[in-house]
């Protein structure tokens, strides 16, 4: 009896392993300046009873950041932006067992973004939807309802939105995906530069006032040098004007007669 009561145990957690279900799959891509990227990806998993959310808890523990190892326990399991474990350089993998959610975090070698064109004022960008491999079904971009996709560009970026899906939300500098379907789906846009002067430019800069202050100073000496004689006259008269030492008159001489 003990042993058909564990026969019956063992194939309720092996039928639970393939019985997990992902209620939603939240994507985050942070693009950096340079077209760089890291990609956090949260699973919210639904368990059907307690001993398979304890046996996925201890996988857990078990494959730690392994990448091969969740793949090889998981179905549901997969790097959305990534084609082969060697496309990422750096990866962690946690399990938050009170939330029941799985957290894949990693940041890919190649550039997500590439840069089209260079202004002298803003860098265009594209993100191709070849980025998007892992949703493509037959050549149609499928983005499930319960999936969400939030591509987090630059602060400085500007979102060209002629090209995205009606369902694309923009919100400041994040696209927001799901729910979606499309023959195609390229992201545009362009980082602004800010305004500042070079090295070159600032020490450019100086010598031009330097030089501009320097013919100042030498046409005023010019014109001081000219008008000298007349200055030194306005200048004494105004020190003989505004003098308090005043010329006195000679005493009158005084007669004594003696009588």
Request: glycine share 4%; net charge negative.
């Amino acid at each position: 009896m003990k042993k058909i009561f564990f026969a019956a145990a063992l194939i309720l957690l092996i039928g639970n392993a393939s019985a997990i279900s992902v209620d939603n799959l939240g994507i985050r891509v942070n693009v950096d300046g340079d077209g760089d990227a890291s990609v956090r990806e949260t699973y919210s998993l639904r368990f059907i009873s307690i001993f398979e959310q304890e046996d996925f808890s201890q996988k857990a523990i078990e494959n730690s950041s392994s990448i091969s190892a969740w793949q090889a326990d998981y179905e549901f399991f997969e790097m959305h932006f990534a084609r082969t474990i060697s496309d990422i350089q750096t990866s962690s993998i946690t399990f938050d067992n009170d939330a029941q959610q799985l957290t894949f975090e990693y940041t890919l070698k190649e550039k997500f973004a590439t840069l089209k064109t260079q202004e002298q004022r803003s860098d265009f960008f594209e993100i191709s939807d070849r980025e998007l491999f892992a949703f493509n079904d037959s050549g149609t971009i499928v983005i499930p309802d319960n999936t969400q996709i939030e591509i987090v560009l630059p602060q400085n970026s500007q979102i060209d939105s002629q090209n995205l899906p009606d369902k694309a939300i923009i919100a400041g500098t994040s696209i927001l995906l799901s729910g979606i379907q499309s023959n195609s789906l390229n992201i545009s846009y362009r980082t602004l530069k800010p305004i500042a002067f070079s090295g070159n430019d600032f020490i450019t800069g100086i010598s031009n006032f330097g030089l501009f202050i320097a013919v100042i100073l030498a046409v005023a000496a010019i014109i001081i040098y000219t008008k000298k004689e007349e200055l030194e006259n306005k200048i004494e008269n105004y020190l003989v004007e505004h003098s308090e030492i005043k010329t006195r008159n000679p005493e009158e001489a005084i007669d004594l007669e003696l009588e």
